[in-house]
């Protein structure tokens, strides 16, 4: 079975910085799909970036971007120009690339604190 | 479009009550999931319905949790004979594809 580990349970970064959240994950499949979502206090989950793991670019959102290793299996977020309303639970997912597997595996999340 | 909503918002039941929630996916969105999520922790995946067929349903997921989505509209979760253990967030999302999904604001449950 697929997992997702994400070794800072708490990160914080100042206002206009950069930050980067760490996220690994394990399988024996090489087709599949990695995913950063948000949430912020008491408010729904959103998707922040995706990236496709036949794909060698890293994936950018405009100040999101991604540091996709796949030989050693890691999946990091950088936050860049950091904002109040970057605070938030930051998940790291996993999805398999079979058609049959719709499964998304989800690590335990980073909580991400924005100083003014 | 609104969004996923789910109601209730929130529900508070003894031990043994059955309880039963309702998502409403985006209108059109053919693919559907529940998670269930404990403080502290990531959304962990229950369920997967496309259009109104079942497709995927957790190991973990005990005889006493139903899903249904008739019509491939909106869905509903029943627990039958609710525990402590059963106390979480439980978040309902939809796809129009198989690479995103819309979380709605989840119905917190708190058994006592």
């Known amino acids: 079975a697929q997992t997702v580990t994400q070794s800072q349970p708490e990160m914080s970064v100042q206002e206009a910085e950069t930050v980067t959240l760490s996220c690994t994950y394990d399988?024996?499949?090489?087709?599949?799909?990695l995913f950063w979502y948000k949430q912020p206090p008491s408010r729904q989950m959103i998707l922040v970036i995706r990236?496709?793991?036949?794909?060698?670019q890293n994936a950018t959102e405009n100040r999101f971007s991604v540091n996709f290793q796949k030989a050693a299996k890691s999946f990091s977020l950088k936050i860049s120009d950091s904002q109040l309303g970057d605070a938030a639970m930051y998940f790291c997912a996993y999805r398999s690339g079979d058609n049959y597997g719709q499964n998304f595996v989800f690590g335990p999340g980073t909580r991400l604190s924005v100083l003014p | 479009d609104t969004g996923v909503s789910q109601d209730p918002r929130h529900k508070i039941t003894k031990r043994g009550q059955n309880v039963t929630f309702r998502c409403d996916p985006i209108?059109?969105?053919?693919?559907l999931y529940w998670y269930r999520q404990t403080l502290g922790q990531g959304p962990e995946f229950l369920t997967y319905f496309q259009n109104e067929a079942q497709l995927e349903k957790s190991r973990l997921l005990s005889d006493r949790f139903s899903a249904e989505r008739p019509k491939g509209s909106f869905s509903t979760l029943e627990i039958q004979r609710t525990e402590q253990g059963d106390s979480a967030m439980y978040l309902c999302?939809?796809?129009?594809?198989?690479?995103?999904?819309?979380f709605g604001p989840g119905t917190r449950l708190t058994v006592l």
């Open positions: 209108s059109e969105h053919n693919r």
């Open positions: 399988t024996s499949e090489s087709d599949y799909y």
């Open positions: 990236q496709e793991a036949y794909k060698q």
């Open positions: 999302a939809s796809s129009p594809t198989s690479f995103e999904q819309f």
